[in-house]
């Protein structure tokens, strides 16, 4: 099945800055790739997703860039703040799999003030 | 648009009990899916239900099933708790075909 690796499990960045997760995935048929968004006690929310037939997706300080060949994607935030302060997952999914998604182990982003 | 809703919030259980989780959906959306959130393995895949029809299973033992009702609304069970199966189990709703999940605020199951 389909294993989807996330790094790095922690990541500590200055207001402003700008964060980078990474995720690879091994199944070259997963083909729909979301990032969710978890604030702490509260449910996950999709904040981008991109599929496979495009390269890059952003959604004004949040873009996501997919490089099939590698089986990677990566999520960028741009001029970070605190409020961006949460656990960032990825997930991968296969047309065949419906609606079942492999999720990586999550980044816990601080976001320092 | 009322969104995923999960009851109970809570629960605690003793070992050896069984549990039932409930889930309604977004309305409209007949897909229905579970997954168990812990801090150690993160978010784990345990089914995906379609109209009624269960179309996905992950790796988790048969102790773990769930079932869907014509209204779109999903239950799963767990019987015989053990006291790893203590975490957060959260349901996601989503339309025909890969699209966004919406994820519910999940049961934050105890077993002691």
């Known amino acids: 099945g389909e294993n989807v690796e996330q790094h790095p499990s922690t990541l500590s960045v200055q207001e402003g800055d700008s964060a980078v997760i990474k995720c690879t995935y091994s199944?070259?048929?997963?083909?729909?790739f979301p990032w969710y968004k978890q604030e702490l006690g509260k449910r996950p929310q999709l904040i981008i997703d991109i599929r496979s037939n495009v390269g890059e997706k952003k959604d004004q300080r949040i873009a996501v860039t997919l490089n099939k060949t590698a089986k990677h994607f990566s999520l960028h935030i741009t001029e970070t703040q605190p409020e961006d302060s949460a656990v960032y997952f990825c997930?991968?999914?296969?047309?065949?799999?419906?609606?079942?998604?492999?999720f990586g182990s999550g980044t816990k982003l601080n976001v320092k003030p | 648009k009322a969104g995923v809703t999960q009851t109970p919030r809570y629960l605690i259980k003793t070992r050896g009990q069984q549990v039932t989780l409930s889930c309604s959906p977004i309305s409209g959306h007949r897909s229905v899916s579970w997954y168990q959130q812990t801090p150690g393995q993160g978010l784990q895949f345990l089914f995906e239900y379609f109209s009624e029809t269960q179309r996905n299973k992950g790796n988790f033992p048969g102790r773990f099933s769930g079932r869907q009702f014509s209204n779109s609304r999903s239950e799963m069970n767990v019987s015989t708790l053990e006291l790893g199966d203590s975490a957060l189990y959260l349901c996601?709703?989503?339309?025909?075909?890969?699209?966004?999940?919406?994820f519910g605020q999940g049961t934050r199951l105890t077993v002691v």
């Open positions: 199944d070259s048929a997963s083909n729909y």
């Open positions: 997930a991968a999914s296969t047309l065949y799999n419906f609606n079942k998604f492999y």
């Open positions: 996601a709703s989503s339309l025909e075909g890969i699209t966004e999940a919406f």
